[in-house]
Nanobody, 126 residues
Framework: QVQLTESGGGLVQAGGSLRLSCAVPLLTFDIYAMAWFRQAPGKDREFVAGINLSGERTSYADSVKGRFTISRDNPKNMLYLQMNNLKPDDTATYYC???????????????????WGQGAQVAVSS
């Protein structure tokens, strides 16, 4: 069992920024694609951003393009999500997830991820 742990959530005003972190205790972290998803109350969990093994390739949901940046630090086994210009619609619980395959980062398919964190709450006030 792999335990992913998110941190960095909180309450912020619209236009503000937050940085989420995800600790991934894996000796082989750098062979897994990773991603962030989010789930707002009453809605399905949705893909936010994905990153490939080396961190050189990323993909984003249209709703966050230009505002969010996903990154990873393989030597530290850490995944990050920098969120700028936050909007009330970004309010959700954010989850980091490990991909089942090396191409998981670019598909955004929730079924293509096997391990999840417990979630970090992000609330954006207007």
């Amino acid at each position: 069992q792999v335990q992913l742990t998110e941190s960095g959530g909180g309450l912020v005003q619209a236009g503000g920024s937050l940085r989420l972190s995800c600790a991934v205790p894996l000796l082989t972290f750098d062979i897994y694609a990773m991603a962030w998803f989010r789930q707002a109350p009453g809605k399905d969990r949705e893909f936010v951003a994905g990153i490939n093994l080396s961190g050189e390739r990323t993909s984003y949901a249209d709703s966050v393009k230009g505002r969010f940046t996903i990154s990873r630090d393989n030597p530290k086994n850490m995944l990050y999500l920098q969120m700028n210009n936050l909007k009330p619609d970004d309010t959700a619980t954010y989850y980091c997830a490990r991909g089942r395959s090396v191409t998981s980062w670019n598909k955004g398919d929730i079924t293509d991820f096997d391990y999840w964190g417990q979630g970090a709450q992000v609330a954006v006030s207007s």
